[in-house]
């Protein structure tokens, strides 16, 4: 069977190590695009069968457009990062080579983080566009091997 190749948009090599080398031990290579300036284009024109994003995405999201210049405006902050992920997911579901492609926004921020009324981060990120929100907090390298299989249908080992 051929590798699968899913993107982590905005992955840290350092930090993620265990849950790409897990990935990559089940039959998937994950490409690392530290930045999603240097992503967006990939996304919106590349078909892949899962994106793999994190929250924070602000680093290259300036190269973009002005509506990130202009979200990023007031600072950093929670809810600008989360605006960004959301415009990256929105600018891909508008591509049509991922309109339908499963899109796991997963991060540290606890599912049941509020941000007034905006709700918590896992009802921001479907509200968006994910697919799913995975707490690396609480998802262990196994359980987010899970969650990719799920997604992509793909028959696990064992």
């Not at 069977?1 to 790409?20: L, T």
């Not at 339908?100 to 991060?107: E, H, M, N, S, W």
């Not at 921001?124 to 994910?130: K, M, P, S, T, V």
Request: aromatic share 8%; hydrophobic share 40%; proline share 4%.
């Amino acid at each position: 069977m051929a590798r699968i190749i899913i993107p982590w948009v905005g992955a840290d090599p350092a930090y993620d190590i265990a849950y790409i080398a897990n990935l990559n031990l089940a039959g998937i290579d994950v490409e690392v695009i530290e930045d999603a300036g240097s992503a967006i284009y990939r996304l919106m024109t590349v078909p892949y069968r899962l994106i793999l994003t994190s929250l924070e995405l602000a680093p290259g999201m300036d190269r973009i457009d002005d509506d990130v210049d202009r979200i990023m405006a007031g600072g950093h902050n929670f809810y600008r990062y989360w605006r960004v992920c959301e415009h990256l997911i929105r600018l891909v579901r508008d591509s049509d080579a991922n309109i339908d492609t499963p899109i796991l926004v997963a991060d540290v921020y606890s599912l049941g983080i509020e941000h007034g009324k905006r709700g918590t981060v896992d009802q921001f990120c479907l509200r968006a566009g994910a697919s799913e929100y995975v707490d690396k907090t609480e998802v262990k390298p196994d359980g987010l091997l899970e969650i990719v299989q799920k997604h992509i249908q793909m028959p696990r080992k064992g």
